[in-house]
């Protein structure tokens, strides 16, 4: 029997290389702002891996883009990924779980963590990416409780006749007496 200082904790065991989008987009240390904004725009993404002898060295993202260069009337043309990107780069291993993914993103105030195997990036894990697992997590455990739901006894109004009972019981989100739960089960 649990006590009221006794909490229930939930924890999944998903790896973070489960929930990741492989092939993220990746681009040269030398390549300018410019051609990150193409293959940003390309991709559908909304940030570049900065790879360095095919390695991670940073990460640009749109917010980048928009606060260092466009925001200062800059050609994105004449800058350098090298002079915007973001570093260090804060990455993940594969291996590591969901929950520690999203604790570093907290510590760290970034959306976006680059996986890395072997000192290669294999993935990106994005702050959506863990929202869709939570909320996919969050639906089953409201299926599993309904399901456990102890039978719920009451007094009050029935829903479906008004009368007064004593024995209330939840039908179908309804709170029903006993006269309306036998003629439910004969529907």
């Not at 029997?1 to 290389?17: A, C, G, L, Q």
């Not at 990150?36 to 095919?54: F, R, W």
């Not at 195997?117 to 929202?131: A, C, F, H, P, Y």
């Not at 409201?142 to 039908?171: K, P, Q, T, W």
């Amino acid at each position: 029997m649990m006590n009221n200082s006794d909490t229930i904790r939930f924890e999944t065991r998903v790896p973070v290389r489960e929930v990741m989008q492989s092939h993220p987009t990746t681009i040269d240390v030398g390549e300018t702002v410019a051609r990150a904004a193409q293959t940003m725009c390309h991709d559908e993404v909304g940030s570049c891996i900065v790879l360095q002898n095919n390695l991670p060295a940073g990460i640009v993202t749109e917010e980048d883009i928009n606060c260092k260069v466009v925001a200062k009337d800059s050609k994105p043309s004449s800058i350098r990924v090298s002079e915007i990107m973001s570093t260090p780069l804060i990455t993940i291993g594969a291996d590591k779980l969901v929950g520690d993914a999203a604790a570093m993103m907290v510590k760290h105030r970034v959306r976006r963590l680059p996986v890395v195997e072997d000192q290669r990036v294999i993935g990106i894990v994005t702050v959506r990416d863990i929202l869709t697992v939570a909320a996919e997590v969050n639906e089953l455990l409201a299926d599993l409780i309904e399901i456990n739901r102890e039978e719920e006894y009451a007094m009050g109004v029935c829903d479906r006749c008004g009368n007064m009972s004593d024995d209330l019981s939840r039908v179908d989100n309804l709170m029903l007496c006993p006269v309306c739960r036998e003629e439910e089960q004969l529907l």
